[in-house]
């Protein structure tokens, strides 16, 4: 196997240094040799359990902290955690040396697991895992349009697998149960990848993200406004409003005390809260942080920098309501996914990237490759 001896090579010189100890790993051995081998074979790669040693070994642990907790909860088979913490941190020692790491002269301690890659050289990148197999995207369905030839877009729903589990990106399915066309404007992108294993959708008035949180993959709009005027990603914080509260009766939603109501604060009908409620929701707008008020009230704070004046505006965590007034729609929303996107691309650097240039229809079933792109505000 020529492949696994040039394996194996590269297992032996990408060592980085690891917080452990040579004498810590001999320990580890010997508690291996003790309670391990009988499944995973003398070496570590020559029994009938998977193989803890050797370059393909171990790699869906993100990190140190990951691969102690799991063994220490699951191993040896018959007796989880029936070893002291120690030998549990020897044996993740002795694990990380067969591998390769360098000792730096420090025990593993509890206090020194972390989420650093096993193996930096061989980071799970979504090249490598694309290229060996531990990623793929795949398209189940896709709605095409073309409003624009500059707006010809793909809405589709995805099925991401990567390291075994299953994700469901849809896109598709998103942009209709929050609001639609009303809601989201035309796609301005395909589905890209800002960041490592989260896919990113831009719309013209707003942002959609399928990434992992707190355990599970979800499809979340992105808090726009917090990257315009509420402290994200280096904007200015604005805040919110205390002082400004209406007495109109409405919903009250979220941590700051706002409400989302059909009358603005000057009792104006506005028809809010029923196009909120209609498009979606928290879910689809976040948190109120302002009422719906004019941004020249004295008492106002919030406002996007060189919008017209006069109108009654109500700032929430991810969408920017407007009224109208004479308008058969009057309820307008900001077109805060373009403003975002000129944000974080700035110069219209975002044209560097084919995603966000018009595309082809994409056919159900399809492999889906996004393109990788970098946030130039970001690097
Ligand atoms: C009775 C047999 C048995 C013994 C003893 C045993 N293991 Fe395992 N081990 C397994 C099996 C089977 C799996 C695969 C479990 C799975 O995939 O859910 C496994 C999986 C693992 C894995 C995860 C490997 C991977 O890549 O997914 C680690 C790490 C591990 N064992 C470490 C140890 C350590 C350290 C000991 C000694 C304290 C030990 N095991 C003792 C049978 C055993």
């Known amino acids: 196997m020529v492949g696994g001896a040039a394996l194996l090579g590269a297992a032996l010189t990408f060592g980085a240094a690891r917080a452990l100890t040579d004498a810590q790993a001999a320990r580890g051995a010997l508690a291996y040799a003790q309670s391990c081998a009988s499944c995973h074979g003398p070496r570590g790669d020559d029994g009938f359990a998977p193989a803890l040693v050797g370059a393909d070994s171990l790699r869906r642990f993100a990190g140190t902290r990951e691969l102690y907790a799991y063994t220490r909860g699951t191993m040896p088979l018959a007796a989880p955690g029936s070893l002291s913490a120690q030998v549990y941190l020897d044996l993740t020692a002795w694990m990380l040396q ?29 090249a490598a895992a694309e290229a060996d197999g531990r990623r793929s995207l795949r398209v189940v369905r896709s709605s095409f349009s073309e409003p624009a030839p500059h707006l010809a877009h793909n809405l589709p729903d995805l099925r991401a697998t990567i390291d075994g589990q299953t994700a469901a990106c849809d896109f598709l399915a998103h942009y209709h149960a929050t609001g639609g066309l009303r809601r989201w404007g035309f796609p301005t992108s395909e589905v890209l990848e800002e960041r490592p294993n989260a896919f990113t959708q831009y719309y013209q008035r707003g942002v959609v993200d399928c990434h992992q949180r707190a355990g599970a993959w979800r499809m979340e709009r992105r808090l726009a406004w917090d990257y315009l005027g509420g402290g994200v990603g280096g904007a200015p914080d604005l805040g919110v409003e205390p002082e400004l509260l209406s007495g109109q009766p409405g919903e009250r939603l979220g941590p700051w005390g706002h409400r989302v109501s059909n009358a603005a604060v000057d009792g104006t009908p506005i028809g809010f809260l029923d196009f909120f409620q209609a498009l979606g929701g928290v879910a689809s707008f976040g948190f109120p942080k302002t009422e719906a008020r004019r941004d020249d009230d004295p008492r106002a704070v919030l406002g996007v920098p060189g919008a017209s004046p006069g109108f009654i505006r109500q700032y929430f965590q991810s969408s920017v309501l407007e009224y109208h007034p004479g308008d058969p729609e009057p309820v307008k929303l900001r077109l805060l996914g373009d403003d975002l996107r000129n944000r974080l691309y700035p110069q219209q650097a975002y044209r560097a990237f084919a995603s966000f240039g018009p595309a082809r229809p994409l056919g159900a079933g399809a492999a889906y490759a996004p393109e990788r792109v970098t946030v130039p505000s970001a690097a």
């Open 98 to 126: 067969q591998r390769g790491a360098a000792a730096d002269g420090a025990e593993l301690t509890a206090a020194t697991l972390d989420a650093t890659p096993l193996d930096p050289a061989r980071a799970s990148t979504p």
